[in-house]
């Protein structure tokens, strides 16, 4: 056993096992090797809109009922095309903001903070229903082929798909892509092959089908009107919603695609938008050729048309078994998009101090690891609150993603709009986002209203809830920056001296190690401190510092060395106002995603080469402790301590009073 695995224990080598090695952060091909080409972002990131047409299209199919007959081409042709419409909207969203983000950054950038955490809000109840429902369709797919006396064991397979899909993405994202890629493939395979042997079986009856949509077109406008026909229509195009969710899902996920990143993201898009639109639009067509019921107790459309397509064929029933599998795996790898983009979502609100910061961090695998155990507990308990149920859930789901849709385009709509009329392709942009905006926002309206009183109002509740929070914890974090910018404000007025004026360090004499974040108010606070309480104690004094790569920083290939770069700049001003100030000045640094853990290894390396050191830090405290202050601010100070003392040496946590 090494004294790696000594000193973790049984838990850390289990969890070595499961998630895998740390990454190395000096390695500068490290991003490339962890990011997505096309291909695997297409699998990793569009598998969620793929999944959708296992119930978006029949959704629709079954709202327009004996009218199916001439509407279903209809609604082929709109689905494909509002496919189209939507990617391609997000392709330019991909353009103007390639550091990710999704509808979240986009709303705070072109309609102010306070619509992004809306946004941000949406997006984060949707991609935990996305895991949801994913996870409940597939299992209820998945039991449709057992005995009725395994039915319940249905919830416990679910929570274990979860559980499953938890530990593949705490080990990275590729790894979890890559683990996944095959049931795509088998997928998009068989769903190819339905298709277009299913259209090219009908062709024969093509000149019938067509006299048949006519003579229901006419029967259906002398019934209904046509102000009832088109209701009728939008009520079905607006209930098949579910087939176009996930389709942001790459703009969601752009800082983990390869360089070039923009054309990586709109290839990535291009992908999704003709797999999806040619699979809903083809399956909506297939329900029409094949004289599919719109609704069937027991069964879903699909399965009856794959029953009805096969019926005679030698192996089909196998290839029907063959795909109806694969479709429920597949809503396992939709499930997927949940852990991806949710995450990052969570980790850029917390990098804008909406939610905790601690979300926003990386784990040794440099993946959002608190996000990702969030999002895990999170669907695991709507699952179990709605028991499975795919029914129940699919209610819940159906509103935050058009409102996060509905909030982009009217973004990218408004910008448009100011653009100067000389602009190249203001135009283009106008009508895209405008007619997008239109058929987000009245797929968000109708959902709305139909499905209110189904559950549509706890979604509602629940955003809303989030957004209350997220201005709390916002409001919490603006005060104490504020109280502590007032508290040290002349303190960060000091003159900044040359280095070097103090003479060189002496490692027999006393010395005080600082940890120091950035340079501010609270660092130059311990300095001056420590003046205060042990005068003349001290010969010498090195700063020490951990630059972080969180999300907000492993943006790129160049962005642990830029890190790097203004972690060095923050110490060289600490070890000139030491020098200014008379003292003996160093300074030493790392970089990694745990702090605690870097800095642990920094005080050892100096307690070897000084002897005599005593190590200091900072500590925000508060006037009155609350329980929720410990899951806000980090404990850093605190757990160095223990370690430190643990280890035979003296730190002192110096306070930095917050009333």
């Known amino acids: 056993m090494s004294e790696a695995d000594e000193k973790t224990g049984l838990f850390g080598r289990l969890r070595r096992v499961l998630v895998g090695p740390p990454r190395d952060l000096r390695d500068r ?6 990011s997505l080409v096309p291909l695997l972002a297409w699998i990793g990131l569009g598998a969620d809109g793929l999944s959708s047409s296992a119930y978006g299209p029949e959704e629709a199919f079954r709202m327009v009922g004996e009218h199916h007959a001439y509407l279903a081409v209809g609604l082929a042709v709109m689905t494909a095309t509002t496919v189209f419409i939507i990617a391609a909207a ?205 609704y069937t107790e027991g069964k879903t459309t699909n399965a009856v048309l794959l029953q009805r397509m096969t019926a005679g064929i030698p192996g089909g029933q196998a290839f029907t078994l063959l795909t109806m599998l694969a479709a429920g795996a597949l809503l396992i790898v939709g499930a997927q998009a949940g852990f991806v983009d949710g995450p990052r979502v969570l980790a850029n609100m917390a990098v804008d101090s909406w939610m905790p910061h601690r979300f926003s961090q990386l784990s040794e695998r440099l993946t959002t690891q608190n996000g990702i155990l969030m999002m895990g507990v999170a669907s695991l308990a709507v699952l179990l609150y709605a028991h499975g149920n795919v029914h129940q859930l699919v209610v819940l789901y159906s509103i935050n993603v058009f409102m996060t849709f509905s909030l982009s385009m009217f973004g990218m709509l408004r910008r448009a709009v100011q653009l100067p009329r000389a602009a190249k392709g203001r135009v283009g942009h106008l009508l895209l986002f405008a007619v997008g905006f239109a058929l987000c926002a009245t797929i968000l309206v109708i959902t709305t209203v139909e499905k209110f009183h189904e559950g549509g109002w706890l979604t509602l509740v629940i955003t809303g809830g989030l957004v209350m929070f997220c201005f709390w914890i916002r409001s919490h974090y603006q005060t104490v920056v504020a109280k502590l910018r007032e508290l040290y404000a002349q303190l960060e007025k000091l003159p900044e001296y040359a280095k070097g004026t103090a003479g060189a360090l002496d490692p027999k004499q006393a010395t005080a190690a600082i ?46 060395e830029l890190l790097r770069a203004r972690t060095e700049e923050t110490l060289q001003k600490y070890a000139a106002l030491a020098n200014g100030l008379g003292m003996p000045a160093a300074w030493r640094y790392a970089v990694g995603t745990d702090v605690v853990e870097e800095a642990e290894k920094l005080c050892l390396g ?9 190590f200091f830090a900072g500590k925000v405290i508060f006037q009155r402790e609350s329980w929720y202050q410990p899951l806000l601010h980090n404990e850093t100070g605190l757990a160095l301590q223990k370690r430190l003392h643990w280890a035979g040496h003296v730190m002192v946590v110096l306070p930095a009073r917050v009333r």
């Open 29 to 34: 091909s490290l991003f490339h090797r962890i």
């Open 90 to 294: 997000y392709s330019h969203i991909i353009e103007h903001f390639p550091q990710g983000g999704g509808g979240y950054v986009v709303a705070t950038a072109l309609l102010g903070p306070r619509v992004g955490v809306l946004s941000g809000c949406a997006l984060l109840v949707d991609y935990v229903l996305t895991i949801a429902v994913s996870i409940a369709s597939a299992g209820a797919a998945l039991f449709s082929f057992v005995d009725p006396g395994w039915h319940g064991m249905k919830v416990p397979v679910d929570v274990a798909m979860i559980v499953t899909l938890v530990v593949l993405n705490l080990r990275g994202v590729r790894e979890s892509v890559l683990a996944l890629a095959p049931i795509f493939i088998v997928f998009a395979v068989t769903h190819f092959i339905t298709i277009v042997g299913g259209v090219a079986a009908k062709l024969p009856e093509l000149g019938t089908t067509v006299q048949n949509v006519s003579s229901g077109f006419h029967g259906g406008l002398s019934t209904l009107g046509l102000g009832g026909m088109i209701l009728l229509f939008l009520h079905a195009y607006s209930m098949g919603g579910g087939t176009y969710t996930g389709i942001e899902a790459t703009s969601n996920g752009m800082p983990i695609l390869r360089e070039p990143r923009v054309q990586t993201g709109k290839r990535t898009m291009l992908y999704m938008a003709i797999s999806l639109a040619f699979t809903a639009g083809g399956l909506l067509v297939l329900y029409l050729l094949w004289h599919v019921p719109p």
């Open 515 to 560: 940890l120091v974040g950035g340079y501010g108010g609270l660092g130059i606070h311990t300095l001056m401190n420590i003046f205060r309480a042990f005068p003349g104690h001290f010969k010498n004094v090195i700063f020490l510092s951990v630059g972080v790569v969180d999300s907000g920083e492993f943006k790129g290939e160049q962005s642990v």
């Open 606 to 614: 100096i307690a070897h080469d000084f002897p005599r050191v005593t």
